[in-house]
Structures are given as structure tokens and as C-alpha cells.
């Protein structure tokens, strides 16, 4: 039965929600950043056709629909993070060492999830239905390849503590 509150047909205009979004994150990216010239019709031409672009591509669209609802999520996060930030610190959000945490590293960390998500089953060296031509990154991303990169990192992190202390 069919309710007021069924949101199911929502579903059917997810294609055209995204492409709205896409589209008007690049045409203010484009017109923010002034990389060709700041030209209006310029920066609607190539947001256009990125978009349709993204729209073709299953597996950009299928990033973009995962990470989506966990932006709206964070914004509204942070939003009420700085109204409490503003209630209770004189100097509102600048006084949260916090909220730049939140306001830089969980929107990476949302980006690489979503496309985990996606392009997890193609990448992983454990998929049920491996593709050959994928074996290069397989390779790369084993997890002790991965292990042994994370041990590198480490490893030069202290090294460079080390020699900072001297």
C-alpha cells in the first residue's frame, strides 16, 4: 500500500538529482577557480558535458549516489558542531581544534570509501569473478603490499622525527 511517506519514487529521479549536483559542483569549481577564464558559457559547456559524462559512467555515478547522503550528513554534523562551537566559546569555531579535523579529513575519508565501495570487488585479489586484465592492480593493492607500504611510511615518519630531534 502506498503512503505518504514512501520515498521509493524518489528512486527514479536519482539519476537526475546527480547530474544536477555534478553540475553545479563543477560549474562553481570552474567559475571559483577561474581556470578558463572565468568565462560563463565556457564553464556551462564543460560542466554540461562532464556531467553527461559522469552521468554514462556506471561506475562514477555509482560513487557519487554512495557518498552523497554521507556529505549531507556531515554538513549537517558540522553545521551543529559550529552552532555549539558558537554558543559555547567566545570565539566560535576557531577555538575547535576539532572541527577542522572534521571539516578536512572525514570528507577524504568519505571519497575513499565510496570508492572502495565501487571498485572494491575489482581490485581486491580475493573477487569471486577476477578479471585477468586487472592483475597488475591486484598486485598492487594486496594487503601485504599495502602493509609494507603503510611499514615504509612509518618508517620514515620516525626517521625524520629522529633527525628533527638532534
Not at 16 to 44: E, H, M, N, P, T
Amino acid at each position: 500500500m502506498a503512503t505518504f511517506l514512501d520515498i521509493g519514487l524518489l528512486e527514479y529521479f536519482l539519476p537526475l538529482f546527480s547530474f544536477i549536483l555534478i553540475f553545479i559542483l563543477l560549474y562553481a569549481i570552474l567559475q571559483k577557480s577561474k581556470v578558463l577564464g572565468g568565462r560563463v558559457w565556457i564553464d556551462i559547456t564543460i560542466s554540461l558535458v562532464l556531467s553527461l559524462v559522469a552521468m554514462f559512467s556506471g561506475s562514477v555515478f555509482d560513487v557519487i549516489n554512495i557518498a552523497t547522503p554521507w556529505f549531507v550528513l556531515l554538513m549537517v554534523m558540522l553545521v551543529f558542531l559550529a552552532l555549539v562551537a558558537s554558543f559555547a566559546f567566545k570565539g566560535g569555531v576557531t577555538e575547535m581544534p576539532m572541527f577542522k579535523i572534521f571539516a578536512l579529513w572525514l570528507p577524504l575519508i568519505i571519497i575513499v570509501w565510496s570508492m572502495t565501495a565501487v571498485f572494491g570487488p575489482i581490485l581486491t585479489p580475493y573477487s569471486a569473478g577476477a578479471n585477468s586484465e586487472w592483475e597488475a592492480l591486484r598486485t598492487i593493492f594486496h594487503p601485504r603490499i599495502i602493509g609494507a607500504i603503510v611499514m615504509v611510511v612509518i618508517v620514515l615518519f620516525t626517521v625524520k622525527v629522529v633527525v628533527q630531534n638532534k
